[in-house]
């Protein structure tokens, strides 16, 4: 956790859970007390454009035929693995000062070829101890100002007025906040149905049951690296969960905050 109370567990498998202020009473994604199932409620995939292959760049859910290197640093941790000619190192990390979360998957293209490659991050959403009583009072929306998706729990009894963001560095980008819509009536974590289309579909509002998924696409030349930052915040208000998307949302600034972390610890 940071010093606005705001943090994150993260297991040898990839993202458990994240929570702003209060671990228990606020969590913004679910908790699962499994530590050896490794369990969560967020994911990131990866998927080869031409193909539609995917997997995912941590050991779970969607698990590849390569080996993945973990580490655990602190205030940080990495997973790194080859698949299918594309290296891809995902570094998971909160900001020392403010209540963001920074995803960074860094490809590189091994494969001497070009490749067109998409990032998926998927969170399920809580906004409260359990989805099981949150999920029916979420409200999720695009913010017309930066695109980054917004939801709220307007009914929780301490932390209604809270604004919980998630957004991407890339510009072109789909989403959805419908969790059956990614999952899909039969799939799961390691077999989401969203892997299977083109696109999200760009869908929120009210009466879903409650994600928040953003789907970016790259074209990376024979051995060209890019970056695409994913972050997941939470704000007073919309004026101030605007600030932190702005200014969380590029390469640059996700580096410099974690810079922040080398330099705490």
């Not at 995917?54 to 390569?66: E, F, I, K, M």
């Not at 083109?198 to 869908?203: D, E, F, G, V, Y």
Request: aromatic letters at 10%; hydrophobic letters at 35%; charged letters at 25%.
């Amino acid at each position: 956790a940071n010093r606005s109370g705001f943090g994150t567990i993260v297991g040898e498998s990839g993202g458990i859970y994240t929570w702003a202020e209060n671990c228990r009473e606020f969590r913004l994604t679910p908790w699962f007390n499994d530590p050896v199932g490794g369990d969560g409620g967020e994911a990131l995939y990866l998927r080869d454009e031409e193909t539609g292959r995917y997997w995912s760049p941590t050991p779970l859910p969607a698990r590849g035929s390569g080996s993945y290197i973990v580490h655990h640093g602190f205030g940080y941790s990495s997973f790194e693995t080859i698949e299918d000619g594309i290296a891809s190192d995902a570094l998971c990390y909160v900001s020392m000062n403010h209540p963001v979360k920074f995803v960074r998957i860094n490809l590189v293209n091994r494969s001497g070829r070009p490749r067109t490659v998409s990032a998926t991050a998927y969170w399920e959403l809580v906004l409260g101890e359990l989805r099981s009583r949150t999920s029916m009072h979420i409200a999720t929306e695009i913010d017309p100002v930066t695109g980054a998706i917004f939801a709220r729990n307007r009914y929780h009894s301490e932390f209604s007025g809270k604004v919980v963001f998630i957004d991407a560095s890339e510009s072109s980008r789909s989403h959805t906040a419908d969790r059956l819509e990614f999952i899909g009536p039969c799939g799961s974590p390691a077999r989401p149905e969203a892997m299977r289309r083109a696109r999200l579909s760009n869908r929120t509002g009210v009466c879903l049951d409650p994600c928040a998924a953003i789907q970016c696409a790259v074209r990376l030349g024979p051995g060209e690296q890019k970056q695409i930052v994913f972050t997941i915040g939470c704000a007073d208000n919309e004026d101030e969960a605007r600030k932190l998307v702005q200014r969380s949302r590029s390469s640059d600034a996700a580096y410099r905050a974690l810079e922040k972390v080398w330099e705490y610890w």
